[in-house]
């Protein structure tokens, strides 16, 4: 299965072993970006059916918890079995291939969510927030040809900062206005991190330390199961943009709610 869909070099052994050090040596967020990842006839399959979905800005663009609007700018295709990679995508293979790039040792049964996205053009962006408190992996697959940092739709890697500065811009997470925030700050201040950690009661500064380009055929994969991994996704333009995600979690009582709503499922072990 693995050996269909993945470029031989990430599933040689030794490479193998690189990739895990180069990811523990990170000094905060535990991140790989690999490029060339899949066999592109087979990255380029899922592209040209991906181009056919209907994709739903409702499903995406509220909070399952609470049903509260959430500041992003996306639409969503839940991954079921009609759609290609889910042979791969929903395999115990591919699991145990992720926890092992990362590190996560982890023997619990492990759920599993996809979700095939379309951003429209001139989207708004998506506020700092972290996944962590309900997923021990994020991977992100993106599909997007010849991107360019001035197309926007980067995603932001933010950490805490001990210091709290005068001169760092206050904002909160703003909806239905297009967050250039994201693209003109490298520090922010904010009380609400997309209604997650910290809570409205701290301001607290954020420090940007790195963007990722969605260029196509590129994995952004984490270990986010000790560190809060705080990101997001800077407003785009003219063009739209592709991919999908996939989270990987172990915590029964919160994924069963989950796997009512998102097509989410069980990996058998
Ligand atoms: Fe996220």
Redesign the pocket.
């Known amino acids: 299965m693995l050996s269909k869909w993945i470029n031989p070099i990430y599933l040689d052994e030794s490479y193998i072993r690189l990739l895990q050090q180069t990811l523990l040596a990170k000094p905060e967020a535990k991140y790989l970006v690999l490029d060339n990842f899949f066999k592109t006839n087979k990255l380029d399959e899922m592209i040209r059916r991906h181009n056919r979905l209907e994709f739903s800005e409702q499903l995406d663009q509220y909070s399952h918890v609470d049903n509260s609007k959430v500041p992003y700018d996306s639409a969503v295709k839940f991954m079921d079995e009609s759609n290609y990679g889910f042979d791969l995508l929903f395999s115990k293979e591919w699991s145990n291939y992720l926890k092992r790039l990362v590190s996560l040792d982890c023997t619990e049964e492990t759920f599993t969510e996809v979700k095939l996205r379309y951003h429209k053009p001139h989207a708004n962006g998506?506020w700092i927030?972290?996944?962590s408190l309900r997923w021990k992996i994020?991977c992100i697959v993106y599909f997007n040809k010849d991107w360019k940092v001035s197309d926007g739709g980067l995603l932001q890697l933010w950490r805490p900062d001990e210091c709290s500065l005068e001169t760092a811009p206050r904002v909160d997470a703003y909806l239905d206005s297009k967050m250039n925030y994201l693209t003109n700050n490298v520090r922010l201040k904010t009380s609400s991190v997309g209604g997650c950690r910290p809570d409205d009661r701290d301001w607290v500064d954020f420090v940007l330390t790195d963007q990722i380009v969605p260029a196509y055929n590129r994995v952004f994969i984490s270990n986010i199961e000790k560190n809060l991994t705080y990101?997001s996704v800077s407003p785009s333009n003219e063009r739209a943009r592709t991919g999908f995600?996939q989270w990987i979690g172990v915590d029964e009582d919160l994924q069963k709610i989950e796997m009512k709503q998102s097509g989410g499922r069980w990996i058998d072990q």
């Open positions: 998506f927030h972290t996944d994020v990101h995600v």
